[in-house]
């Protein structure tokens, strides 16, 4: 028993091995100043500008804004894509109404409008979260419609012959047989949040962590630069986990 | 056997066609099925045993003829009337208990209970039906389709998929709740030792239409090893081979 945990604990060890080497590589090459203090930073002065920017608050708040920013782009273009995969999944009429038109919007890469957005909303909170949105859409519209049209058509006549309503059919049926699509879509939905997040605020913005990143570079801060590279990362990672832990809970029976 | 106070379904099937496109698949069908009788349709392949049983749930529409139910025209599917599919069909996201009180109301989680036990398998009632060998997966299926007590019960092959042991083990434990809830039964099969050891007449369908219909004389429980049995059998059999 003690060996198989010690087995597994050792497992769990394996993967961290190669981003720790890469840490005593950059600690390496920095300090023996093989790469300059204005190409690379060394950890240290990363880790130095955290605990700065911590205490006088400005972490905090650029965090937050982006946070802020990046859900209220999901919840709005995720539930018009969600929205719109469910009528057209389960309305044949809705889905030749709207499909293909949606199909065409989605063909333009959302970050191209950024001009466009800029010309609109100007470099306030507005044009942020509707690219944001814009960017979300198509992978939860795409990945819900997929997930109704693929639930498994006996299962629906089944549920007919044993006597569901139309409502119940969609609720212990069709909904739940979509679900691990329609997680799929968030999952990949998140990482275009980050991405068009993060290609917002580093053009067009006066706050968050994109703004912290390219006033940092005005002044050749390269360890804030590098902090906030690193927030980003983790920002995605913690996003990308809290997906895995709704779908553990949503899809239990998988 | 007494089954006077059968509370089945009378089933007739009256002229009935049935074309997808040019193509004939029932050719005027007509059948009688008494409350509370145990028929089984056999025949090849492909000859329209189970359009036939699609017809008779109301699953589809005849393109010509009408199906009663008692007196009454079939319209479509029935509250009264339960499928027990080739495949379980269960719903990988439920739990066991709650796959079988599907379609009934709050309280049929006891009924579910109830029926969950008589095929066995209560201390499965929180499992996720993936966890069940294919045998246990049907035994849930055959509980969902008697939980709301049908008045007929069509099966669609339901032990084609499953191990020749598991296949008689479910034979018995069918005709041991036929016998104790007297619904209507149709089961389509193409085994014709399980339509012979759970009917009481066996209908054979070729090219979508009746060529045999043959009652089954045996007393129950039956038993297969008996020549009667294997005398019914070898007939049926040879009807369905003979060219």
Redesign the interface.
Known sequence: MTMRHRMINRFKIIPWIIPFLLLLLWQFLTASGIVPENVFPKPMDVVQAFIELMKNGQLESNVGISAGRAFAGFLIGGGIGFLFGLLNGLFKGFYWFTDTSIQMIRNVPHLAVLPLVIVWFGVGETGKVFLVALGVLFPIYINTLHGIRSVDP??I????????SKW?LFT??IL??S?SSIFVGIRYALGVMWLTLIVAETVATNSGIGYMAMNARDFMQMNIIVLSIIIYALLGKMSDLIAKLLEHLF?K?? | MDRSETKGIKLKVQHVKKKFGPHEVLKNIDLEISSGEFVAIVGKSGCGKSTLLRQIAGLDQPTDGVIYYDHTPLTGLSPDVRIMFQDSRLLPWKRVLHNVSIGMKKSGLQHAQTALESVGLLDKANEWPKLLSGGQQQRVALARSLVSDPRLLLLDEPLGALDALTRIEMQRLIAQIWEEKKFTAVLVTHDVGEAVFLADRVVLIEDGAVKLDKKVNLPRPRTRGSAEFAKIEEEVLSQILEK
């Open positions: 006996k299962l006549e089944m549920g007919r012959v044993y006597g569901l119940s212990q049926i739940p047989g679900l899809l029976w998988e």
